[in-house]
């Protein structure tokens, strides 16, 4: 028996929201494993400074900037990833964002920037790739969602809904697309010290509250889901779809 592993030599790979945090290490991740990387996000000058770091590790890069909020220009950054590369391989789903609000204080605009962001915007952007996965019959999509796709959170009732609704999209996607050979997954992280969330990570009473529910008695790292996206990104994970890879310390074992 021949073990397929972990290899991504020769595969290309989109990564969304690529700029900072999880996006950043988990590029970075599969550029280590082998993969050429096209990264996205808003901010054009993150990204360069991770292009120069994956081509370092000797992986091709590139850099497409686009704000998938924006609906209609999504399908235009796929092509021109297409057309730069040749196809894509891999997508890893990772643009988001979260506004604390209590139930009684969430906004009407603060509800529509995490459904857009989050789940509107990931959706269409798995749409766009998945078209040129089902042609050649073959991709992997790793879609993030969250522990609070699976549990809840207080003050962040929007942010647990689009994780949700991502958990839902990928097993839902993952059975219309299995007989074309393209596996649809998702990751959970607890949470995680990012530039997002440093304003939860500064308030002591939040951090106690949540470093109570992790059993492995500490905070997740973006280096600490890269293994996942990798896994779900590789030949390893052939089988495997319309599943979601809870990164969490224990949380949801309890």
């Excluded at 209609?72 to 950054?77: L, Q, R, S």
């Excluded at 089902?134 to 207080?154: D, H, L, P, W, Y």
């Excluded at 492995?216 to 996206?229: E, K, L, M, S, Y």
Aim: net charge negative; proline share 4%.
């Amino acid at each position: 028996m021949t073990f397929p592993g972990f290899d991504l030599t020769g595969k290309i790979a989109l990564v969304t929201g690529a700029g900072r945090g999880i996006g950043r290490d988990a590029a970075l991740g599969l550029a280590q494993a082998g993969a050429d990387v096209a990264v996205t996000s808003r901010s054009e000058h993150e990204l360069q400074s991770l292009a120069e770091e994956i081509r370092g590790l000797g992986r091709q890069a590139e850099v497409f900037p686009a704000d998938l909020r924006q609906v209609a220009d999504i399908p235009a950054m796929v092509q021109r990833v297409e057309e730069r590369f040749g196809r894509i391989d891999i997508l890893l789903n990772n643009a988001g964002t979260n506004v604390n609000q209590s139930v009684l204080e969430v906004t009407e605009e603060a509800w529509d920037l995490m459904m857009d962001t989050n789940l509107k915007g990931a959706f269409f952007c798995a749409q766009a790739v998945a078209r040129g996965m089902v042609e050649r019959r073959a991709g992997k999509i790793i879609n993030m969602a969250s522990t609070f796709a699976v549990v809840g959170m207080a003050v962040r009732v929007p942010y647990c809904a689009t994780k949700g609704g991502v958990l839902q999209m990928t097993r839902s996607m993952a059975l219309e697309l299995a007989p074309r050979n393209v596996q649809v997954n998702a990751v959970g992280p607890t949470a995680t010290s990012t530039v997002m969330n440093q304003d939860l990570f500064a308030n002591e009473s939040w951090r106690e509250m949540v470093l109570g529910k992790i059993p492995a008695g500490r905070f997740c790292t973006p280096a600490d889901v890269v293994g996942a996206i990798v896994y779900l990104a590789s030949p390893a994970a052939d089988m495997v779809t319309g599943q979601i890879l809870i990164v969490d310390g224990g949380w949801t074992a309890q």
